[in-house]
């Protein structure tokens, strides 16, 4: 089934430790978006990237980096330097073009910092 | 900056109403606008896209409207039923195409 997948669906952080959540899409989308959602909030994007090897900041782009090695993949790094990284993590992918097709999601994954 | 509001922010209703749920934007320079739909602790399911170009799209019970000038979407569902509670949500694509703004959501439960 064509689709997003993300992984892990849960994942728990100590204090100071880089973690990677994966995002992996096989619907030949040519973009590709990472949003945090805290409760009761909407989402605010983190980073996208429209190309391979490009990706542009977002809102909330401080204590996280990202690559775009291949067009399939767009996985998110949280750093030791983003203070509150308890949140649900959505990715997101769609194709880019004069129309712009939907945007779809993935699961999400819920990072937890112990 | 692009500013999506969606009003109500909770809406419960009983089994069998017809409702609509209110979507606002800030910019009309947009390319088109989604909705979105999302349970508890489960990620986005697209429900409806309208293009810039577009007044409306339907999908089952489900009919989404599109005023771009005036910076507004509706979202109607008839003969709700309990499996339609969810938390709504809608995003608009603007001109640039690199991005989609999202509502804060308006959480709908539907009671038997």
């Known amino acids: 089934d064509g689709g997003i997948t993300q992984s892990p669906k849960y994942l728990f952080r100590k204090e100071g430790q880089n973690v990677t959540l994966s995002c992996e899409q096989n619907?030949?989308?040519?973009?590709m978006y990472w949003y945090r959602q805290d409760p009761g909030q909407g989402l605010r994007l983190i980073y996208y990237?429209?190309?391979?090897?490009?990706?542009q900041k977002g809102d909330i782009a401080e204590g996280y980096s990202v690559s775009r090695e291949k067009k399939e993949s767009f996985p998110l790094t949280v750093t030791s330097a983003q203070k509150n990284p308890t949140a649900f993590y959505l990715c997101?992918?769609?194709?880019?073009?004069?129309?712009?097709?939907?945007?779809?999601f993935g699961q999400g994954t819920r990072l937890t910092v112990v | 900056k692009q500013e999506v509001t969606q009003i109500p922010a909770a809406l419960s209703v009983p089994e069998g109403e017809n409702l609509v749920l209110n979507c606002s934007f800030t910019d009309s320079a947009i390319y088109n606008l989604q909705w979105f739909r999302q349970d508890p602790g489960k990620g986005l399911t697209s429900l409806l896209l309208i293009q810039s170009s577009q007044r409306e799209q339907t999908s089952g019970r489900l009919n989404a409207s599109l005023d771009k000038s005036s910076g507004r979407s509706t979202l109607y569902i008839a003969a709700s039923q309990p499996g339609d509670s969810a938390t709504y949500l809608c995003a608009v694509r603007g001109t640039s195409g690199s991005r989609l703004t999202f509502g804060e959501g308006t959480q709908l439960t539907v009671n038997p």
């Open positions: 619907l030949n989308h040519d973009a």
């Open positions: 990237s429209q190309i391979v090897n490009d990706f």
């Open positions: 997101a992918s769609s194709n880019k073009g004069v129309s712009h097709t939907e945007a779809f």
